[in-house]
Every structure is written in C-alpha cells, then in structure tokens.
C-alpha cells in the first residue's frame, strides 16, 4: 500500500528513546500508521482522526460517486468507532495483533516477526502505565475476541485501530488492508 502523509514531529521519550525509533521503522516494515506523541488533552476521536486526516483514508478516493463509503465522517463518528474499551490484560495482545497481522489474509499466521510485535506492544504498554484508557474499533485484527466484528475508522475495506491516552502519552496504531 506505501502510505505517504506528514511525520509527526520527534517526541522525548525519556529513557527508552529506542521505542520511537522501533515504532517508526516498524511502521515502514509493516505499512501501519503509528503515532506516539505527548497527552494533548485530546480525546480518543479527535487523536485518531488528527493522525489519520493527513493519510488520505478518511475521504473517498473518487470524491464524485454516488454510493456511500464506509468510514466516520468526523472526530465524535470516530470516538463512536472506538467505542471497545481494551482491558488493561488484553491491551498488549491486541496491540502486538494490530501491529502484526494481516487484515485481508487472517489464516496465514502472525510470523516470524510477531515477537517483534509483542516487545513494541509491552513497550506501549509500559510507557502509558497501567492508568492507561486504551480504545479499539472492534476485533479485526485481535481475533481472540468475536473475530471480524469491528466499526470501520476509513474507507479501506478492512481497518484496525488501536488509540491509548496515558501517563502523559498518546498512541495511534492502525492497519489497513484492501482485498
């Protein structure tokens, strides 16, 4: 897919300067988009939908058809997208899921790379402390809850989102996948 939007701008993450670095080149390596930045006060909907607005996955591509498309059309349409509240044991699982797994093709596996996945997510995990509100879009890429059932967050044909406020720190994690 090769998304192109605006870097966020370098964050401090204080001792473990190394997640920033794994987070953006994870990015890259697994085409998620993947924010990290400090607590704004903004709130789950208006965070996701400020780190998704410059993707180009929030607008329909033909701009001029007639038939509807799929995903929220506005901050509080996604804070109502992200209405699964993760709890805090299945926050770290269903972050690694959202890193790793492929939204179009679910029975291939999670790799080799999903311990990869797993030390990234506990790092998150860590890093927004466990006071952390962590929201989701439904269970698309973490099956081991009702598998497929999930609110859309764009017009890609299959989305995972996974947004965490906490301990001074917000996260966005979000996979796409067009079959």
């Not at 001792?15 to 080149?25: R, V, Y």
């Not at 390596?29 to 998704?52: E, F, K, N, T």
């Not at 291939?108 to 006071?131: H, I, K, Y």
Request: proline residues 9%; glycine residues 14%.
């Amino acid at each position: 897919m090769n998304l192109s939007f605006e870097e966020p701008p370098a964050y401090d993450l204080g001792a473990d300067a190394d997640l920033g670095m794994w987070l953006a080149e994870w990015g890259e390596y697994a085409d998620r988009i993947i924010h990290l930045g400090p607590d704004d006060g903004r709130d789950h909907g208006q965070l996701c939908w400020d780190v998704l607005m410059p993707t180009g996955l929030l607008a329909p591509h033909c701009r001029e058809c007639k038939h509807p498309h799929g995903g929220p059309k506005g901050p509080k349409q996604m804070a109502t997208a992200l209405r699964r509240q993760i709890p805090q044991p299945e926050v770290s699982p269903w972050l690694a899921a959202t890193l790793i797994r492929n939204l179009v093709y679910p029975g291939g596996g999670d790799g080799p790379m999903r311990p990869v996945a797993d030390a990234l997510a506990d790092g998150l995990v860590e890093l927004l402390g466990p006071d952390a509100q962590w929201r989701a879009n439904g269970n698309a890429a973490y099956w081991e809850g009702s598998r497929g059932s999930w609110t859309p967050v764009t017009e890609a044909t299959f989305d995972a989102a996974v947004v965490g406020i906490g301990g001074g720190h917000a996260v966005v994690v979000v996979a796409v996948g067009e079959d």
